[in-house]
């Protein structure tokens, strides 16, 4: 009983189609990875599925409702939630609140004084807390990334998209951004993973999507997609293959 | 809305206090500058209005719309409908916050700039109907309404204005403070984020136009009841945008981050406008439009050199050195820890 | 009812529609230029083609000189102007957001309109308009409505004027490079246009246009430092009617608001007239905000 069913989505912007006929199963308590090429339509995918635009046809089913034209602020009540490849804080907010508003808003409606519990404990979690009077400006790029992964978990959604999460991070940054993913995954959340770099997802992810053109290319365990023909040819390269 | 110098409790205090001295001086100075004082509490409400929507992200050229439909209720009510003066005073400006329903709720679908020049357009309209002669036996057209005198004591009219302002102020506050303030920046900076974690931006800024309809609505009661007792159809901002521009003025120089900066803004600037404008009409038959050149190009000096406001460049300056201060703290407290190892 | 038929009302209301719009699509077609190439709004564009007039109508009634051709120093000093503002308050503002640009334009509009009401007032009180000699002269139409050789004019020369800018923005070096940078100013400036210099030169034209606007406008009709809102307000409404940055578009959109002033004013009065073009303007804000044509 899959929890996301994306069938049959495509969109178009002007002459280029970004999303050609995407299919895509999710079920509860997964981790999938979706990894391919730039232009391949991933944040395209995130952005539909989330309803930051309509599809021009296909369906979007989430929990078993139709959502394929419900407004985002109804779908992020349903259970959504996601991450932006790049950071979109809230800048007039301190740290504390950027967390703490999308608590009050999210799946569930809190009043301030919740909110902000919440927001101090996932603050610590990522381990952002000494930074939670602060503004958003004041932020480096990994912190912001931090920000970003707090606010999507305060929403206490049923399922997490997050988009490039790892991007720009190393040592130790990386390592404890993946642990609190791999604690959520544990804890039970979905989380659909949007990624760039195989590397990162292989030991993560039970179940990887490549998507190519704005399809699915291939699907499988890590290992099975690394040494899948049509995956090593486009997009993954010889080397892959030899791991 | 970035600005956190003291607790809620001390800035409305700091608020009251200041209106306070405002009234007391200006009652003490003499009739002229209490009505200055009158003319302050009416455009700080209005500006209220006016920086609510800006920082919903909405930027109205055309707030004189509510203003206007604010007078002309009242005056209506009052008159042709012999409702008591006072309770017109809170009951017209109803018809200004159905008017921001309607206002907001085409003005949520747009675009940035698109808003400003829906509302801005919406004043010539208004203008238009007031003085048609399909509605001339309420709006007396062009010529104009005289309203009855308000039915307080006249000793009593400054600290009246002062209440509803502070009252004004006290909603701001409270909105700042509870859920929808946060829903409300979070639409400022970001409406699609805001969207993604659950806010209907939509609904939140029609409401908010609904808001500001009625504070907008009141300030222009308050105008005809306790300052000028007449109405006239140039109130719509049309064709002169003065009534549109004068709350974007105070909340921008003063501030219009902060209730405190438009505060600051309007009692600045208000007074100074005043005078500035009466000394040079008196000089000369068009004084007054000189006046209002300088005050243009202060507005546009301004909005180049200081975007926050003069209370958000004070605001800034105060939070770097806060934030200095911490981040001083923390690399004491690491250092100390890493030797103690 | 019935009076809608009378062919001399007909063809006069058809007339001032055809007048209107000529007017609207040269004010409407500099603000759209200059929107869709360098991103800004302006609302101090109606104030520049009042400001136009007065200076051709300075030319007329000072120096004597024929309406027509005193259009030349409006267009020179409405340009000049417009540059002046463009490099000094507009260009440095462009990174403030759009709503600071537009709040900077308005203010900009506060100082032209009072500016010169400070210099028109006293002398003129309510309004003038640009006399000219060929006043009261013109073709005699069926129905005895009379087309002045003025209004023949203005026609004329506002279609003869879109074609040369048509020719300027589709069949010159420039006007293709204008073009380019309104579709895409990241591409443009990486092919090597000069970003800076078209810039400018949109401006001129934009504010050139506004000028010859207003000259014509002003020999029709009675203008004061206020009208220029109003202006303002219609050429928006153009604008937005017609697709943001598509010159076709305010075409189109200018013929429905010229003609739509034009019939509601003669049968509903100047009020309604000036009202119902806001009406359109609200209508299309609710139901199709990016206008009939997309930009281009």
Request: aromatic share 10%; hydrophobic share 50%; proline share 4%.
């Amino acid at each position: 009983m899959s929890m996301l069913e994306v069938s049959g989505v495509v969109k178009r912007f002007g002459g280029l189609t970004a999303l050609n006929g995407v299919e895509l199963s999710v079920r509860g308590g997964e981790l999938v990875g979706i990894i391919g090429p730039n232009g391949a339509g991933k944040t395209t995918l995130v952005n539909v599925v989330m309803g930051v635009y309509y599809p021009d046809s296909g369906r979007i089913t989430f929990d078993g409702h139709d959502i394929t034209r419900m407004p985002p602020h109804r779908r992020a009540k349903m259970g959504l939630s996601r991450t932006y490849q790049v950071p979109r804080p809230f800048n007039d907010l301190k740290v504390i609140d950027n967390v703490a508003v999308a608590a009050m808003y999210g799946s569930k409606d809190l009043p301030v004084g919740e909110a902000r519990e919440i927001a101090e404990n996932l603050l610590r979690r990522v381990r952002l807390a000494e930074r939670a009077e602060d503004y958003p400006e004041s932020l480096s790029v990994v912190e912001l990334r931090k920000l970003e992964l707090a606010r999507a978990l305060a929403q206490e959604a049923k399922l997490v998209f997050l988009d490039e999460v790892s991007a720009g991070l190393v040592g130790e940054d990386l390592r404890e951004v993946l642990s609190v993913v791999r604690e959520l995954h544990e804890g039970g959340m979905t989380i659909v993973m949007i990624e760039h770099v195989m590397k990162v997802i292989f030991n993560l992810a039970e179940r990887i999507v490549v998507m190519m053109n704005g399809q699915k290319l291939a699907e499988g365990t890590p290992s099975e997609v690394s040494s899948d023909a049509r995956v090593v040819e486009s997009y993954l390269g010889r080397r892959w293959s030899e791991v | 809305m970035k600005l956190d110098l003291g607790s809620t409790f001390i800035r409305a205090i700091a608020v009251a206090v200041v209106l306070a001295i405002v009234a007391a001086a200006s009652t003490i100075m003499g009739t002229y500058p209490t009505l200055i004082a009158i003319t302050i509490m009416v455009f700080f409400v209005y500006s209220l209005s006016w920086s609510l929507l800006a920082n919903t992200g909405m930027v109205s050229l055309g707030q004189a719309l509510f203003f206007a439909l604010g007078a002309y209720a009242y005056g209506i009510f009052a008159i042709s409908y012999g409702m008591n003066p006072i309770a017109a005073l809170f009951v017209g400006p109803v018809m200004g916050a159905l008017a921001g329903l309607a206002v907001g709720f085409i003005s949520a679908r747009l675009r940035d700039w698109y808003v400003g020049i829906f509302t801005f357009a919406l004043t010539p309209a208004g203008y238009a109907l007031a003085v048609s002669s399909q509605l001339q036996p309420w709006t007396a057209g062009a010529v104009g309404l005289a309203t009855p005198r308000f039915p307080l004591g006249s000793s009593l009219w400054l600290p009246f204005a002062t209440v509803l302002a502070f009252a004004a102020y006290l909603v701001i506050m409270i909105i700042k403070k509870r859920r929808i303030g946060y829903a409300l920046s979070a639409i400022n900076n970001d409406e699609t984020a805001a969207g993604t974690v659950g806010i209907n931006a939509r609904l939140y800024k029609t409401i908010v136009f609904g808001i500001s309809g009625y504070m907008a609505a009141l300030a222009g009661a308050m105008f005809v009841a306790l300052y000028t007792s007449y109405i006239a159809p140039d109130y719509f901002g049309y064709p002169d945008i003065s009534y549109s521009v004068w709350p974007i003025f105070y909340s921008m120089i003063g501030g219009m981050g902060s209730p405190e900066g438009v505060l600051l803004g309007t009692v600045l600037l208000d007074p100074l406008e005043t005078a500035i404008r009466s000394w040079l009409s008196g000089i000369s038959v068009v004084g007054g439009n000189l006046a209002l050149v300088i005050f243009g190009l202060l507005l546009v000096v301004v909005l180049l050199k200081a975007p926050k406001g003069i209370y958000g460049y004070v605001a800034k300056y105060v939070e770097s050195r806060k934030a200095r201060a911490r981040r001083a703290a923390e690399a004491g407290t690491k250092a100390e820890v890493s030797t103690g190892q | 009812m019935a009076a809608f038929l009378i062919p001399s009302y007909l063809i006069s209301t058809t007339l001032y529609g055809l007048l209107f719009t000529s007017i609207y699509l040269l004010l409407a077609t500099g603000l759209t230029l200059i929107f869709g190439t360098l991103k800004l709004v302006n609302f101090a564009h109606g104030d520049l083609m009042v400001l136009g007039a007065f200076v051709a109508f300075l030319f007329v009634t000072l120096e004597g000189w024929s309406p027509y051709l005193a259009m030349v120093p409006a267009i020179l000093v409405i340009a000049g102007i417009g540059v002046l503002i463009y490099r000094f308050t507009l260009r440095p503002a462009v990174k403030a957001g759009p709503v600071n640009m537009i709040l900077l334009t308005i203010g900009i509009s506060y100082i032209l309109e009072n500016a010169l009401a400070y210099y028109f007032l006293p002398v003129y009180r309510t309004g003038v308009e640009i006399p000219s000699p060929l006043r009261g002269t013109g073709i005699l139409l069926p129905s005895n409505v009379l087309l002045t050789y003025d209004e023949f004019l203005t026609i004329v020369i506002s279609w003869a004027i879109m074609g040369v800018l048509y020719y300027w923005l589709f069949r010159t070096r420039q006007g293709i490079a204008i073009r380019a940078l309104s579709q895409n100013p990241v591409g443009a400036s990486i092919s090597g246009i000069d970003v800076n210099r078209l810039s400018y030169l949109t401006f001129i034209v934009g504010s050139a246009l506004a000028a010859i606007a207003g000259t014509l406008y002003g020999i029709m009709f009675t203008f004061n430092p206020f009208s220029g809102i109003l202006l303002t307000l219609m050429a928006f409404a153009v604008m937005i009617l017609g697709g943001v940055g598509s010159i076709p578009g305010t075409m189109v959109g200018s013929i429905i608001i010229g003609f739509a002033t034009s019939f509601v004013s003669y049968y509903m009065g100047q009020t309604w007239g000036e009202a119902i073009a806001f009406i359109i303007l609200a209508v299309i804000l609710l139901v199709r905000p990016s206008g009939i044509f997309r930009g281009g």
